[in-house]
């Protein structure tokens, strides 16, 4: 029962860091909209706006280019959310094969216990690219 906090501690972080890479870009990609329009979608712009953080994302010298930038790199960062759902893909990198040799338990990389959060991080990504789908039709 021991190792089993680290591996719900990890769950959690690995949801919380989607999340909010998806709010993250979620918010760029508004407030690029509201740039290019030039206040066409400031409604849109403000239901983006979802805590006193959020407002902060962006610093106040940023350029325009600069914010398309860094939105199209957040997507990029988010991947493709389709590979979530293998955890054999999620699981080829050097720590879950580390964790399968030095584990007693573990056999295979893919059985590793904090990819049973896949199914979760795989909604968010999904309610985030629909979040975003919704923003390029003007529904947020």
Request: proline share 5%; charged share 10%; net charge neutral.
């Amino acid at each position: 029962m021991k190792n089993s906090a680290p591996i719900d501690y990890l769950k959690v972080n690995m949801l919380l860091l989607y999340s909010h890479l998806v709010s993250c870009s979620l918010f760029l990609q508004c407030y690029q909209y509201s740039c290019a329009y030039t206040g066409m979608f400031t409604d849109v712009v403000l239901a983006c706006i979802t805590a006193e953080e959020d407002a902060q994302l962006i610093p106040t010298g940023m350029s325009n280019d600069c914010i398309a930038q860094s939105w199209f790199r957040f997507l990029h960062c988010l991947g493709n959310p389709a590979t979530l759902c293998r955890p054999a893909v999620v699981s080829q990198t050097q720590k879950f094969l580390q964790f399968a040799i030095t584990s007693e338990n573990v056999v295979d990389p893919c059985q590793h216990p904090c990819l049973t959060a896949l199914p979760l991080i795989f909604l968010k990504a999904i309610k985030g690219i629909a979040g975003q789908v919704d923003a390029f039709l003007g529904k947020v």
